[in-house]
């Protein structure tokens, strides 16, 4: 990878990059779903929680890495702290996991492409929801028909990024997220208004704090890291193209609250379809094939022309979601060959499609290697890279350069009177929470 090394344009374009990364699948797809194993609203709560005390502190460090180093997930720690081959090790499984992750997150981009397709053909229109079912666990399971969808998925992410951050990443992200936000809001409004979905708002809005236990905990975190995509090397690598000027912290705190706002707004969209279509609210990864389309069926029974349209936009919601978050993952591994083997930007591209895209297929065709790797990796290993980073900035660089980079060089006032707080959480809380997480999963 020759040249100057590419920025982000503005401070816009910094947080709707990285909301990009945040806001995809694990906030449309995941967090439905896991609400509704965990708990419902008491699920909500523990995950905002996870998310302002502990999740944005390791954003802000992940960031500091990335930007000080003004290397890729790889090379920035050792870039720092250069001899130590720990570090190195942590740079190379900062860069295997998102492949990992993205390997089965472009199975489900597969499912998404195809019931877009589907929505086109106004398949859903007055389909009941056995009928819906019966629709997903079909696709899902054919041999040759996810597997299509899903190296089709992820050609289309791979050829956006082989354009570059300004050109590819940062102009997608910038139309495609406002874009989510308006097509997200349609969906409650109509979702909201079928019959029996009161019954799905009250498990939103309504938290039983007495189902809130340790797993409950653990499972927030880890819904909140990998929401964030915290621990995949994606936010160092995304750090790296930012500018010295631009505030970290304004940027940390806008990209996650773009990123809990979207994630409500999904549990607003889908549960209540879900209570509605009579659907257990723990039904796992396949709940959105399963409860949106009921949506469509029910709107066709009166305006089918409308159905059509609606169905369409939501899963096109879902395509652009589930994209925004595979570019991230995907430059990762950009990042890396370009800095270790000096390969350009289209061959890299090239590679990673071969080898993601095999892993996919083995995910798609194997159900049981597909649910190994998310717990895996977003129960394990986000946690592991995350305890890493954390570490490293509060106790392997200076704190001076921690506090350059979090203040601008004291540029900040703000920030200037909030670093101690900053770092405080990152050297101390971030880690000690982190490890007894981690240990929790273990023992649950």
């Known amino acids: 990878m020759s040249g100057r090394k590419e920025r982000f344009g503005s401070r816009t374009a ?26 419902g609203a008491a699920f909500i709560v ?11 502190p390791v954003f802000i460090t992940e960031v500091t890495i990335g930007r000080r180093s003004r290397k890729g ?24 996991v998102p492949l990992l992750i993205n390997s089965y997150y472009c199975v489900i981009g597969g499912w998404s492409l195809d019931f877009l397709l589907r929505s086109c053909a106004a398949s859903f229109v007055r389909m009941s929801p056995s009928e819906v079912t019966s629709v997903f666990s079909q696709m899902s399971s054919s ?7 899903h190296l089709s998925f992820m050609g289309i992410s791979t050829f956006i990024v082989a354009h570059g951050v300004k050109a590819g990443i940062e102009k997608f992200s910038k139309i495609s997220i406002p874009a989510l936000f308006f097509l997200i809001i349609v969906m409650i409004f109509y979702s909201v208004t079928l019959p029996g979905a009161s019954e799905g708002l009250k498990y939103l809005v309504k938290p039983d704090f007495s189902q809130v236990n340790g797993e409950t905990m653990a499972y927030a975190l880890g819904q909140s890291f990998y929401s964030l995509s915290l621990g995949m090397g994606a936010i160092i690598t995304y750090g790296s193209y930012v500018h010295k000027e631009e505030d970290i912290v304004v940027s940390g705190a806008g990209t996650a609250v773009f990123d809990l706002t979207f994630a409500i707004l999904a549990g607003f969209a889908i549960m209540p379809a879900v209570f509605a279509a009579g659907i257990e609210p723990g039904a796992g990864p396949g709940l959105i094939f399963q409860s949106v389309p009921y949506i469509f069926s029910s709107m066709g029974e009166e305006v089918p022309v409308i159905s059509a349209a609606v169905s369409f936009i939501f899963f096109l919601a879902i395509v652009v979601a589930a994209m925004t978050s595979c570019i991230s993952l995907i430059e990762v591994g950009v990042t890396f060959l370009g800095e270790k083997f000096n390969l350009s930007r289209k061959k890299s591209c090239c590679l990673l499609f071969v080898l993601c895209g095999g892993l996919g297929i083995v995910c798609s065709l194997q159900p049981s290697v597909f649910d190994s790797l998310d717990w895996f990796c977003s129960n394990v290993m986000l946690l592991v890279l995350a305890f890493c980073f954390v570490v490293f900035a509060g106790f392997v660089m200076k704190k001076e350069d921690v506090r350059e980079e979090i203040t601008n060089a004291g540029a900040k006032p703000l920030n200037v009177r909030l670093f101690n707080v900053i770092y405080f959480q990152i050297k101390w809380i971030a880690p000690i929470a982190i490890a007894v997480i981690l240990v929790t999963n273990f023992i649950l």
Request: proline share 4%; no cysteine.
């Open 14 to 39: 910094v947080i709707m990059a990285m909301a990009g990364s945040a806001i995809g699948l694990g906030n449309i797809w995941r967090f439905p779903y896991m609400v509704g194993e965990h708990g």
């Open 46 to 56: 523990m995950y905002l929680l996870a998310t302002l005390l502990l999740s944005l």
């Open 73 to 96: 997930a790889f090379s920035a720690m050792s870039e720092l702290h250069p001899g130590h081959r720990i570090w190195e090790f942590v740079g190379l499984l900062a860069v295997i």
């Open 143 to 149: 041999r040759w028909e996810p597997v299509v969808m």
